[in-house]
């Protein structure tokens, strides 16, 4: 089993910055991609950022320019760093890897989820 513990959410106000972080432990044989997601009240989860093995790169367009990922393949950890946060950044932000493990069999595992209210 892989396991995925994901923390750094909390409260910010407008502008503000803050890290997110999740660290995969497990079965881990490789990992070909790591990324974030959140979801809203009331919404469906999206798609926030994404990062390949090779460091290649994905954002929504809502968090471009604001927000950055990226890993640390030795640590088996991906980062979220936003900035210039807006109150429509509020959610709870989940980290998803996906990988292959020991047995040779591929697996999509996810974070508990961490809140990130961005209020004033």
């Known amino acids: 089993q892989v396991q995925l513990v994901d923390s750094g959410g909390g409260l910010v106000q407008p502008g503000g910055s803050l890290r997110l972080s999740c660290a995969a432990s497990?079965?881990?044989?490789?990992?070909?991609?790591m990324g974030w997601y959140r979801q809203a009240p009331g919404k469906q989860r999206e798609l926030v950022a994404a990062?390949?093995?090779?460091?290649?790169?994905n954002y929504a367009d809502s968090v471009k320019g604001r927000f950055t990922i990226s890993r640390d393949n030795a640590k088996n950890t991906v980062y979220l760093q936003m900035n210039s946060l807006k109150p429509e950044d509020t959610a709870v932000y989940y980290c998803?890897?996906?990988?292959?493990?020991?047995?040779?069999?591929?697996?999509?595992?996810w974070g508990q989820g961490t809140q990130v209210t961005v209020s004033s």
């Open positions: 998803n890897v996906e990988g292959r493990n020991y047995n040779l069999d591929d697996f999509s595992s």
């Open positions: 497990g079965s881990i044989f490789s990992i070909y991609a």
């Open positions: 990062i390949t093995s090779g460091g290649n790169t």
